[in-house]
């Protein structure tokens, strides 16, 4: 089960308990179960990127992922499949093998009360919910999460995955300075105009984000540096 410390981890990290970040959690330890991982990792494996996570949605869920499996959007050990799909995927590098934990929404939801879930399409969904609503939805959010650190293995669907190759470990790339405000950007992200490298917002030429909707192939950089 997951641990209350854990737990306190996560809602510094996410900001609140919620259904789906606790069954992050509990997702990641099964996922460590069925690998045979003992801990999270730790510095060498964290540098070397060697345990990998693997989530389909950028939820509540994949904040609880993490922090339990220390598999983060910013040390490389994350990857992020737009799938929109609420699962976990975790492997170790050099093994071909791995594990995928999905959750099963129809089992999940009923275990939510039915005034959690018409607060939820309030406050969520319309956001047109009170300060006492959001409140209470968050109340009602944290039991729903308490109760599920001990949610049984039945509420997911488990298997084996295998990989056909390798998965390619984060490049080290090169530098470059923009000839219009000086910053440094990876090298293959300059725009050259000219024989001049540029970055995307100086060459004021849309890129790849990741948004609340997902990953999104291109979007125009939403700000303007004032003075520049
Ligand atoms: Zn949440
Ligand atoms: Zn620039």
């Given at each position: 089960m997951v641990s209350k410390e854990l737990l306190e981890k996560a809602r510094e990290f996410h900001g609140h308990v919620c259904p789906y970040l606790v069954l992050g959690l509990r997702a990641s330890e099964i996922a460590f179960e069925k690998l045979g991982v003992r801990e999270r990792p730790g510095v060498s494996e964290t540098l070397g990127e060697e345990l990998v996570a693997i989530v389909e949605a950028n939820n509540c869920f994949a904040d609880g992922v993490q922090v339990a499996t220390g598999c983060t959007f910013g040390n490389n050990a994350l990857i992020y499949l737009d799938t929109g799909k609420t699962a976990l995927t975790l492997f170790r590098r050099g093994e071909k093998r791995g594990v995928r934990v999905y959750v099963v929404p129809e089992k999940v939801e009923s275990l939510y009360p039915p005034r959690a879930s018409e607060l939820w399409r309030k406050?969520?969904?319309?956001?047109?919910?009170?300060r006492e609503d959001a409140e209470e939805l968050d109340k009602l959010f944290e039991e729903l999460g308490l109760r599920m650190?001990?949610?049984?293995?039945?509420f997911f669907k488990v298997e084996e995955v295998s990989f056909e190759e390798e998965v390619e470990r984060a490049p080290i790339f090169e530098t470059v300075k923009c000839s219009k405000c000086g910053e440094l950007v990876w090298k293959p992200r300059a725009v050259y105009v000219d024989g001049k490298p540029l970055c995307a917002s100086c060459a004021g030429v849309p890129v790849p984000a990741v948004l609340g909707r997902g990953i999104v192939a291109s979007f125009r950089i939403p700000f303007r540096v004032i003075g520049r």
């Open positions: 406050v969520v969904v319309e956001g047109r919910g009170t650190l001990e949610l049984p293995e039945s």
